[in-house]
């Protein structure tokens, strides 16, 4: 094999090596927002319900809860694609919101239902109350 051709393999191989790592680190990124994003959205519910005794029924992405004299907006899910939205269920007793992780593990339940299960693939928070 001549050396032209010995770098370019080597080449190739640090390039699919550095590709798949990248992407690796951005999913990592992502479910770490997921994390942040339904966290925060929990607190708000949580702050809701100590306001008005009940949580509100809205849990769509982009959807907009007044809190008082603030509101704030439902997130979308930082991929926002097929089974990367955030989804769940709202009513003024309770709810539960679920994010799908990119990496399939460290999650806290093993589906959208927050059926809650160390190392799931999915994140999801539920009320407190």
Request: net charge neutral; charged share 20%; with cysteine.
């Amino acid at each position: 094999m001549s050396k032209g051709l010995k770098a370019m393999v080597i080449l190739t191989a640090v390039i699919i090596a550095s590709v798949s790592f990248l992407s690796s680190s951005q999913k990592k990124a992502r479910d770490a927002k997921r994390r942040g994003d339904l966290k925060a959205v929990q607190n708000n519910f949580e702050q809701y319900y100590m306001e008005n005794f009940v949580y509100p029924e809205v849990c769509t992405s982009g959807e907009t809860v007044v809190l008082g004299q603030q509101s704030f907006r439902i997130p979308f899910d930082p991929h926002n694609l097929g089974d990367y939205q955030y989804q769940g269920s709202c009513s003024p007793t309770g709810y539960c919101l679920c994010a799908k992780l990119e990496t399939g593990k460290g999650g806290n339940s093993q589906d959208i239902n927050c059926t809650f299960a160390s190392n799931g693939g999915y994140f999801c928070v539920e009320n407190l109350q």
